[in-house]
């Protein structure tokens, strides 16, 4: 019998680049992984939001973080920013591809167009811009944990809501094809996994009025709630940890059990 193998469930000294990380999950998985240790680069679309969560996480005594403004939209920030952050840091071994927005959406109206190509541009194709960006990086460590953020939407379907639903379909298939195609270099510890987020209480939810909340969760999912952003940072903790090697091109459902719910 092989001896026991102990596998570290420590990300201290490793450097994350959040993106969307000004509110909401991105938010919660920056302040979870600076108090893991980790050295954090907050990246979202505004300076002065990204400065909020850097100083709110200094206030606890934690001094490496640093914040950047970038819009995901753009190729050429994506490249900029993940370079001065692996620069200033000495490197880049995790990145959560978590920035996102929902524009409704009917596909009848002129505005489709509208909705349609920047829900793909900023949910989906900046994804695969900034694992290609981070990727030397992590080859350069022999390390890299590359999470994706999807959500429920990308398991099913809401009406009115085409442009969202199908960039995230689109995340899980960009996860499932890197995840294998990186998976081939024996040399290097480099998993793609996705996180989706079911209900959660965030800005794109933030309009929903707390009634019709509480109806919809008692209806539709077993734990009867709405989760909190921080639920969904501890999930994607797990999945960024040395121990979950073996762990590369799932999706998890981080839903109070609702996609498992058949009535």
């Not at 420590?10 to 979870?32: N, Q, V």
């Not at 409704?104 to 695969?128: C, F, K, R």
């Not at 890299?144 to 995340?171: C, D, F, M």
């Amino acid at each position: 019998m092989e001896p026991y193998q102990p596998l570290s469930r420590s990300i201290k000294g490793k450097t994350a680049l959040i993106t969307g990380a000004a509110s909401g999950m991105g938010r919660a998985t920056a302040h979870l992984f600076a108090h893991e240790g980790a050295n954090v680069a907050v990246t979202d679309l505004k300076q002065e939001a990204v400065d909020k969560v850097v100083d709110e996480i200094k206030a606890a005594g934690i001094d490496h973080v640093k914040g950047w403004a970038m819009d995901v939209g753009d190729k050429d920030a994506i490249k900029r920013v993940i370079d001065e952050a692996a620069a200033h840091f000495g490197g880049l071994e995790i990145l959560v591809n978590n920035a996102g927005f929902a524009i409704p959406a009917d596909v009848a109206e002129e505005s489709y167009e509208d909705a349609w190509g920047p829900s793909i541009n900023v949910m989906l194709t900046s994804h695969q811009r900034a694992i290609r960006a981070a990727l030397p990086y992590m080859r350069k460590a022999k390390f890299g944990r590359i999470v994706n953020v999807a959500s429920t939407e990308g398991l099913g379907a809401t009406p009115g809501n085409s442009p969202y639903v199908a960039a995230k379909h689109g995340v899980i298939g960009l996860t499932r094809g890197l995840a294998c195609d990186l998976g081939r270099d024996e040399d290097t510890d480099i998993t793609v996994n996705c996180i989706c987020p079911g209900p959660i209480r965030t800005g794109i939810t933030a309009g929903i009025p707390e009634e019709h909340k509480t109806i919809y969760a008692k209806r539709r999912v077993p734990l009867r709630r709405y989760g909190i952003p921080e639920e969904v940072a501890n999930m994607t903790l797990s999945v960024v940890l040395p121990a979950a090697s073996f762990l590369n091109g799932v999706h998890i459902p981080v839903d109070g059990g609702m996609t498992i719910k058949n009535a």
